[in-house]
């Protein structure tokens, strides 16, 4: 995401060569320029100001940037500067710009969006900085995919972000982790973000993530009631319907696969993938558990574990049945000293830490986001990740996750 900043206007050979000779005429006329562009308009039309905003703007091209920086500060206070001076100014090096970046309130969007696409790294960190950074100039600073820029952004409480900046910033977080914490604490953040975001997470961060967005649905399934035996009545013509209350119900398995499985019940399914967890097995489990094949393969593929914990837990299998799909994909339950392993505990333990229905609620959301959700960009840094380790994967797995590619990638 990152670009190269354009040259502003003081990147020049001749910025390099030795200083002008101060003269303090120079000095004065400078002051009294800006002073007549701060004069308010009970002294000066809006000719004037523009006329002397000119003159003042052809001086301090040629100026040291000792004398651009003093002229910044006398005007950083203005409600209201002419666009041209404002321009140039934004456009300096940074410790000009600094004082109208810090200690200006009064530039508009269209200034920070210039300043922000014909500078540098550190002209965007101190916009980031700023109170009240609106969701376009946010976006605009998220493009650049600047690590210290987007840290500043975040921590920034007043800055503002919107729905595709978040998406971007979650997709950037796939290459580089450092902003992953902060971002969790962004009240823009939502749980289809989140659940994205949890696939390339590290544990701890997983565990934030279950904690916080693992909500229940009992709100839904009370406003729902009434709609199943309408939708039951109707043979469940509507798929929109269908797919939604889906989501909501309290349900996980899947009775109408189950009536076309070779496997008498979802037990029975884990138990034959024990000893080892084939392509056609995994699907047989996704179908049973209400998953497409698709999220089956991404959470069966999870170098983690814990969404096969969440799976489990979802769908009301024992705790037995985290350790045999374990054992089917083919990890090791002991580390090289004889000791359990840490993975497996790991995931037991998220087995052991969430409640039925909020697992139902993370294992649907990845189901419908998986399939339905999400915006190119999120789905870009899932299939990238898919791709770069397909190699771990056995040959069923690479399988499953190339479809999943193919049907997203484009």
């Known amino acids: 995401m990152s670009q190269p900043a354009p040259h502003t206007e003081f990147d020049t050979p001749e910025a390099d060569e030795a200083p002008a000779p101060q003269f303090r005429s120079r000095g004065a006329l400078l002051r009294r320029l800006a002073d007549v562009v ?7 039309n809006a000719f004037e100001r523009a006329m002397t905003a000119d003159l003042l703007v052809d001086m301090l091209r040629e100026a040291s940037p000792a004398e651009r920086k003093k002229v910044a500060h006398r ?10 001076l404002v321009r140039l100014l934004l456009r ?6 600094e004082e109208l970046l ?17 500078t540098h790294l550190e002209h965007r960190r101190l916009i980031a900085l700023r109170r009240g950074v609106s969701e376009v100039v946010s976006d605009t600073l998220i493009e650049f995919g600047e690590i210290v820029v987007l840290e500043c952004l975040l921590r920034n409480e007043t800055a503002r972000l919107s729905n595709a900046g978040v998406e ?3 997709a950037s977080t796939r290459g580089d982790s450092r902003i992953t914490a902060t971002l969790l604490r962004r009240p823009e953040l939502r749980p289809a973000h989140a659940y994205v975001l949890f696939w390339w997470a590290d544990t701890d961060t997983r565990k934030a993530i279950l904690q916080r967005f693992a909500v229940s649905r009992e709100v839904l399934q009370e406003a729902a009631s009434d709609i199943f035996p309408l939708a039951a009545a109707e043979d469940w013509q509507d798929p929109l319907t269908r797919k939604a209350l889906q989501f909501i119900e309290r349900r996980q398995r899947n009775r109408a696969a ?3 499985s070779p496997f008498a019940s979802l037990e029975e399914a884990v138990a034959a993938g024990q000893s080892e967890l084939t392509r056609e097995i995994a699907e047989e489990i996704s179908y049973l558990s209400g998953l497409k094949p ?3 393969a991404k959470i069966f593929t999870d170098p983690g574990g814990e969404p096969i914990a969440i799976l489990c837990k979802a769908t009301g299998l024992p705790r037995q049945a985290v350790r045999a799909l374990w054992r089917g994909l083919k990890r090791s339950e002991t580390e090289r000293s004889g000791e359990p392993s840490e993975a497996l505990q790991r995931v037991l333990e998220t087995y052991d830490s969430i409640a039925v229905d909020r697992a139902q609620t993370v294992l649907r959301y990845w189901n419908w986001a998986l399939t339905s959700a999400l915006t190119p960009a999120l789905l870009r840094a ?9 190699d771990e994967y056995s040959a069923p797995q690479r399988a499953a996750m190339l479809a999943f590619s193919k049907e997203f990638g484009r």
């Open 258 to 260: 189950l009536a076309r």
């Open 102 to 118: 810090v200690h200006c309130a009064s530039l508009s969007d269209a200034d920070l969006l210039d300043c922000a696409r014909m």
């Open 382 to 390: 899932i299939r990238d990740g898919d791709e770069d380790s397909l």
């Open 75 to 84: 005007l950083a206070g203005l409600t209201e500067i002419p666009a041209s």
């Open 38 to 44: 701060c004069l308010p308009s009970s002294r000066v």
């Open 92 to 97: 300096d090096e940074v410790d000009v710009a």
């Open 168 to 170: 971007a910033i979650v």
């Open 294 to 296: 698709m999220t089956g």
